[in-house]
């Protein structure tokens, strides 16, 4: 199946630094990827829609100068988290789409935990 | 509203027994569902999906779910329970039309297997 990767699958940083995560998928092309956020216990919410070539569609109450998305490539797209703060420790987990009509399916990272401290 | 609902947070059964997973869904479209499944410090797998082709889906590892409109319901279940089926499984929601694409996650149901 189709395989998609995070980088890294853990950070720790100061608060106030700023980290980047990248999501790639391996061998397929995704013009659509997705960032989700999962805290401890919780289910994963979607943050942000990634479109490649165009500005990413942030979900309600997620601050986008906060968390910058750049989806550059088919196969690469970044999440920054900017100034980073404890409350932003959680467990990103980005998808990736591919298929067409109803077929679509989404490629799941491993996830990246970050802890700021 | 368009969600998904996980009955259960915490399921618990022996090895070799039935399993079941119950979800609910809400939503004007036809939607698409997906179960999902999430071992310790490992990525989602996808176990099944329904996408309003057949309405009992089969999926990986001995895992079907069906889709009951009447009920709004689209229950994950297994025969018989292995020790390796312990991780947390989430009901997965696509609502369609301008939602398409766009995913909406249960709250996630640990299942615990005893040997």
């Known amino acids: 199946g189709a395989v998609v990767s995070q980088h890294p699958s853990r950070v720790i940083c100061k608060s106030g630094t700023s980290v980047k995560i990248e999501c790639r998928s391996l061998?397929?092309?995704?013009?659509?990827m997705f960032w989700y956020r999962q805290f401890p216990k919780q289910s994963l919410m979607l943050m942000a829609t990634?479109?490649?070539?165009?500005?990413?569609?942030?979900e309600q109450g997620v601050e986008k100068d906060k968390f910058l998305i750049n989806h550059a490539s088919l196969t690469l797209s970044t999440l920054t988290v900017t100034s980073a703060h404890p409350e932003d420790s959680s467990f990103y987990i980005c998808s990736a789409e591919t298929g067409t009509g109803r077929s679509y399916e989404q490629y799941f990272g491993p996830g990246t935990r970050l802890t700021v401290t | 509203a368009q969600s998904v609902t996980q009955l259960d947070s915490h399921v618990s059964v022996s090895e070799g027994t039935p399993v079941l997973l119950r979800c609910n869904y809400s939503s004007s479209y036809s939607p698409s569902l997906f179960w999902y499944v999430q071992h310790p410090n490992k990525g989602l797998q996808l176990l099944l999906k329904?996408?309003?082709?057949?309405?009992l889906v089969k999926g990986i590892n001995g895992f079907e779910a069906e889709f009951k409109k009447s009920e709004t319901s689209f229950h994950l279940t297994k025969p018989s329970a292995h020790m390796s089926d312990a991780a947390e499984y989430f009901c997965?929601?696509?609502?369609?039309?301008?939602?398409?694409?766009?995913?909406?996650f249960g709250q996630g149901t640990i299942l615990t297997v005893h040997p």
């Open positions: 990634s479109n490649e070539g165009s500005k990413a569609t942030y």
């Open positions: 061998d397929f092309q995704a013009t659509t």
């Open positions: 997965v929601f696509n609502a369609g039309g301008t939602s398409y694409g766009k995913l909406t």
């Open positions: 329904y996408t309003s082709a057949a309405t």
